[in-house]
């Protein structure tokens, strides 16, 4: 029932009776009522650091972020995040919601030496393919298919900041509507911040806008920090730059309510 009046919000409201229209709303504004947004400097269980909430963002905790992207968007469940940021004037149950995942992977430090030699055309093409196949597996679980249009931001990577952006345009199912999913990796001493921003493709110039703030809002702490690698007791990760971008995040794929 939830889902269905979270869709319902996607429809065209020449689809929908006055009555139906209000009853989306209402159900809408029920969850968002319920929401225990944040604001302030939050700091991050795991004490990889800390992030200080942009002024036009909001932040969710992980366990209402849990609900928001498997209960309420109708993900499979994912292997837990940091929580979500959201734009304080979407929310996360209106037609117009969008938000920055946040999770950490601690997959050892990650060699950037490969970053000026990646063919990300040739990956693009082999991405295509295991998607794919993992869609096949998406189905067989109940869910609906998804395949990789293209990139929608061409993969980049920021060797001062440590910080690598890359796009996909993704369909799920017969939506009318393509979701974008924007990746961002900020890499740690130990692993790498995963921001994964889920919104529809129309709202690409919104997100890309953004993407500075929210960049400057996460601090790792003292001892977190790329530089801060000791070579003699800390462990490098199997995956370079060119790997993270091929990485297999697919089960963390997100769509919104719409898909």
């Known amino acids: 029932m939830k889902q269905f009046f979270v869709i319902i919000l996607f429809l065209s409201f020449s689809d929908l009776t006055f009555s139906q229209i209000d009853s989306a ?4 504004d029920n969850i968002e009522a319920k929401m225990r947004y944040q604001s302030g400097t939050i700091k ?11 002024n036009d963002f909001a932040y969710l905790d992980p366990e209402q972020a849990e609900y928001v992207i498997k209960d309420l968007w109708g993900n499979p469940k994912g ?5 979500m940021i959201v734009p304080k004037d979407k929310g996360v149950a209106y037609g117009n919601s969008w938000a920055f995942i946040i999770t950490y992977d601690s997959m050892g430090h990650v060699k950037d030496d490969d970053a000026d030699e990646i063919d990300y055309d040739q990956m693009l093409k082999d991405l295509k393919e295991d998607i794919s196949k993992e869609s096949e597996n998406r189905v067989k679980n109940g869910f609906e298919k998804y395949e990789l249009i293209g990139w929608a931001a061409k993969p980049y990577y920021d060797k001062e900041k440590k910080v690598l952006h890359w796009a996909k345009e993704i369909k799920f199912g017969e939506s ?8 961002i990796r900020v890499l740690g001493r130990k692993g790498v911040l995963v921001l994964n921003a889920v919104a529809s493709i129309d709202q690409l110039e919104e997100v890309k806008k953004n993407i500075n703030p929210i960049l400057s809002s996460f601090e790792y702490s003292d001892g977190n920090k790329y530089s801060d690698f000791n070579p003699s007791i800390d462990e490098v990760a199997a995956w370079t730059i060119g790997g993270l971008v091929q990485e297999k995040f697919l089960l963390k794929l997100a769509c919104l309510p719409s898909c």
Not at 25 to 28: G, I, L, N, P, Y
Not at 44 to 54: C, Q
């Open 25 to 28: 709303k209402m159900f809408a």
């Open 176 to 183: 009318e509507t393509n979701t974008l999913n924007y990746n």
């Open 79 to 83: 292997a837990g995040t940091l929580g």
């Open 44 to 54: 991050f269980e795991n004490g990889i650091g800390s992030l200080a909430v942009p």
